[in-house]
């Protein structure tokens, strides 16, 4: 079955303690994403890839990290959370280059920084 | 002013009712996607459009290129299809510019 899939799908962390969100497909996509969602804000993108080890900032990539060693995974990493960075976060995949076809989500991560 | 923008908002209706949300938009794109995001959260792709109208069940897509403009219709809508829905552009970056959503609430 082709999925993106995502974990943790729940978090709660403290201030200042390095996190990771796990994110990887079984489509052989090129591209990959990764977006915040916050309520009356629409999906914003973080970072994205367009192929292993090329990565290119989003539209709020501050106080986030990302890498692509390998095709299929494109892990979020949280040097150093902050409150501001309580939110709901999608990674996505598709193939890349071109009008591309479809869209495939993860199920989202819920973290919540106190 | 957003490059992507839907309407409306919100919407609710009555079992039944043909349902249209619209999406607009300023850029020049290569393509248009419409997406669904369920309470629950996940999202899910629904079509992707270069030109013209698809269809899949009782969800129907058009798009005007020349007036920038997407219609998603649902027919006979049921209180299942309560949801966001979100329109996309892809750039001629292939970069993906999103809307806002509608959230739209489909009372039995």
């Known amino acids: 079955e082709a999925q993106v899939t995502q974990n943790p799908r729940y978090l709660i962390t403290v201030t200042g303690k390095k996190l990771t969100v796990t994110c990887s497909q079984n489509?052989?996509?090129?591209?990959m994403s990764w977006y915040r969602q916050d309520p009356g804000l629409g999906l914003r993108q973080i970072y994205y890839s367009m192929n292993v080890e090329v990565t290119d900032k989003g539209d709020v990539p501050e106080g986030y990290k990302v890498s692509r060693k390998e095709k299929r995974n494109f892990p979020l990493i949280l040097e150093s959370p902050s409150p501001n960075q309580t939110s709901l976060y999608f990674c996505?995949?598709?193939?890349?280059?071109?009008?591309?076809?479809?869209?495939?989500f993860g199920e989202g991560s819920r973290l919540t920084v106190l | 002013k957003n490059e992507v923008e839907q309407s409306p908002q919100n919407l609710t209706a009555q079992e039944g009712e043909f349902i249209t949300i619209n999406c607009s938009y300023s850029v020049g794109i290569s393509a248009l996607h419409w997406l669904q995001q369920h309470p629950g959260g996940g999202i899910v792709s629904l079509f992707m459009?270069?030109?013209?109208?698809k269809k899949h069940g009782r969800l129907i897509a058009t798009i005007n290129i020349q007036e920038k403009h997407s219609s998603l219709h649902i027919t006979a809508s049921h209180p299942r299809d309560s949801a966001v829905y979100i329109c996309a552009v892809l750039d001629s970056n292939y970069q993906l510019i999103w809307g806002a959503g509608t959230k739209l609430i489909i009372k039995p």
């Open positions: 459009l270069s030109s013209g109208k």
């Open positions: 996505a995949s598709r193939l890349a280059g071109g009008i591309t076809g479809e869209l495939f």
């Open positions: 489509m052989n996509h090129e591209y």
